[in-house]
DNA sequence: ACCTGAACACCGTTCAAGT
DNA sequence: ACCTGAACACCGTTCAAGT
């Protein structure tokens, strides 16, 4: 059990040197002073162990205190969701790619629809609310850590806090007047101000 | 010329047959009816040729008509890219993962940053409200697709337009009151209701 | 328990040569 | 202009055999 966590490691460490893309059995068992094959005695497949990849990427992501106010709770875990992510080479793509519902994962989710259930939102809405949270800290990392031109961190953070703003200005929305949730359903023609 | 086109043709057709992980040159080349050193007279590469396919995807979303409504045009917008992407299998992963400036996604940017501009957000605003749109739809639908556990499809989108809904609600917020942009700014202490 | 050696069926890409 | 034939340097994976 200990040889399959240095395997592990050594894989995150190799993803940070030569990206997802280079990330090859055959290049983990050379960097471990191994035969290629000597990897099946400690994971199935190489889609199991960047499976274990993820899982140890979105372990990153501490539990929220619990208590905290829902619009404070959700820039926390937006935060926290891609910090992880950036921490890690390919990070958001290696988990977008491949996604299992993972316990860490689904921990932050109940986490966050706890505190927006506590604030009043019906089962529903919360899950609606948390669920477009997540959506929009994948979209953004991915597209952050693709693209070639990096800009300053400063700069991306500022656009991933003000991505958050609309969004828990958003939420605040439907929490004030539960009938904007449905969208446009109010009526196409109706003035608005 | 035409030949070109012929391979692209087919490569998006493979798409749909096998999925983008077993997309391959060789594939190609045998549903061709040709060796696979031939498609290098057409492509100088596998990922040039990728990034055709993301092209021709992103030509799915038609230029908006002029002289909508910011909200309207928000929601029109992301259910045409969210659409073009779900045409094709593999779409939003193929788009995430081989994202170029690329023409039309430059248009429909700047279309929508347009319509944010009349209503009145100054050009910073605007361009953090279309960003957070675009990553929403990127994140939502990449997650979607990749989805083993598939549900209906009158299910996912109403819960496309449920976070469509949210963020349209938090433009809004920000459009009738300029600070709520800056998030948390204005002073962690203070109740909000 | 862990690894070697060697193979299998694949990849993307290059390039002389043919028509 | 387009394709063949053949090779090159890689892939992930399997499995008997060794220690």
Chains 1, 2 share one sequence.
Do not use: C
Not at 85 to 90: F, G, H, I, Y
Not at 98 to 124: I, K, M, N, Q, Y
Not at 130 to 153: C, H, K, M, P, S
């Amino acid at each position: 059990m200990a040889r399959r966590d240095e395997v592990l490691d050594a894989a995150l460490e190799l993803l940070d040197e030569v990206g997802l893309d280079a990330l090859t059995v055959r290049r983990l068992a050379a960097k471990l002073g191994v035969q290629p094959g000597a990897l099946y005695r400690h994971y199935p497949s190489k889609a199991a162990l960047l499976d274990s990849m993820v899982d140890r990427i979105a372990a990153g992501v501490p539990e929220a205190e619990a208590g905290l106010a829902w619009d404070v709770h959700a820039r926390w875990i937006a935060r926290a969701v891609r910090a992880a992510m950036l921490a890690r080479r390919d990070g958001a793509r290696l988990i977008a790619t491949f996604d299992r519902p993972g316990p860490a994962g689904v921990a932050s989710w109940r986490g966050f629809t706890g505190a927006l259930a506590v604030a009043g939102l019906p089962p529903e809405a919360a899950a609606a609310a948390a669920d477009t949270v997540f959506a929009y800290v994948n979209g953004f990392t991915i597209e952050e850590q693709a693209r070639l031109d990096q800009r300053a961190r400063a700069d991306r953070d500022a656009q991933f806090e003000a991505g958050l703003a609309i969004i828990v200005g958003g939420i605040k929305a439907v929490l004030e007047d539960p009938a904007t949730a449905t969208g446009t359903r109010a009526g196409p023609g109706r003035p608005r101000s």
